[in-house]
């Protein structure tokens, strides 16, 4: 089964600065995926970006990117210019949809 | 609106006393998920069903049980309530070979 690792229990970031969110996977998988949920204050989750181990370039989604590096077996969430509401949780999840721990982000004006 | 749907949205119950959550989606999916998520912690898997009629253990099965009698419904039950398993649960949902989970809004459980 796989195990996510989320190191960061709270992080700041200026707004309109860019910050990144580690996420490390432990898997003997060959094939397997990465997600990255939001959770706001008001309770939902929120699919962010998905990143497959067989492709070949980062995942992107407007202001989200993923940083995945197989040999370090991480994909972290990079949110470029960050805004006040991207203040949330985030969560990272293996292909089984196993939650990592979260880290809480908050934007500061 | 299509989506995961969860019934009831807030419960209080007893020590000891029983109680069914009910997840319903409209969606056709395949594969569906039982998460309980405690207060500043992660979503932990309780059940999951790839199928109607299946169901398997996640990572903190103990205490609960659930049914995937029909394909759009999946029915976490827990027979005797501890406080320990006041938390918010979350269901969701995906279809096979997609890479997206829908999840519903929440059910929050207190136990006293």
């Known amino acids: 089964a796989q195990k996510i690792t989320q190191t960061q229990p709270g992080m700041f970031v200026q707004e309109k600065e860019a910050v990144t969110l580690d996420c490390t996977y432990d898997?003997?998988?060959?094939?397997?995926?990465l997600f990255w949920y939001k959770q706001p204050s008001s309770g939902e989750m929120i699919f962010l970006i998905y990143?497959?181990?067989?492709?070949?370039q980062n995942a992107t989604e407007g202001r989200y990117s993923l940083n995945f590096q197989k040999a370090r077996k991480s994909a972290n969430l990079v949110i470029s210019a960050s805004q006040l509401g991207d203040s949330a949780m985030y969560f990272c999840?293996?292909?089984?949809?196993?939650f990592g721990p979260g880290t809480r982000l908050s934007v500061l004006p | 609106n299509a989506g995961v749907t969860q019934t009831p949205k807030f419960r209080v119950l007893k020590t000891g006393q029983s109680m069914t959550l009910l997840c319903a989606q409209d969606?056709?999916?395949?594969?569906m998920y039982w998460y309980r998520q405690d207060p500043g912690m992660g979503l932990r898997l309780i059940h999951y069903s790839v199928g109607e009629g299946t169901t398997a253990k996640g990572e903190v099965p103990d205490g609960y049980n659930v049914s995937r009698l029909k394909k759009q419904n999946f029915l976490l039950g827990l027979e005797s309530a501890a406080p320990s398993q006041t938390s918010v649960y979350f269901c969701?949902?995906?279809?096979?070979?997609?890479?997206?989970?829908?999840f519903g809004a929440g059910s929050r459980l207190t136990v006293l």
């Open positions: 999840a293996g292909q089984n949809f196993v």
């Open positions: 898997t003997s998988d060959q094939s397997y995926g």
């Open positions: 990143q497959g181990s067989y492709d070949e």
């Open positions: 969701a949902s995906l279809l096979a070979g997609a890479n997206v989970l829908t």
């Open positions: 969606m056709n999916h395949e594969y």
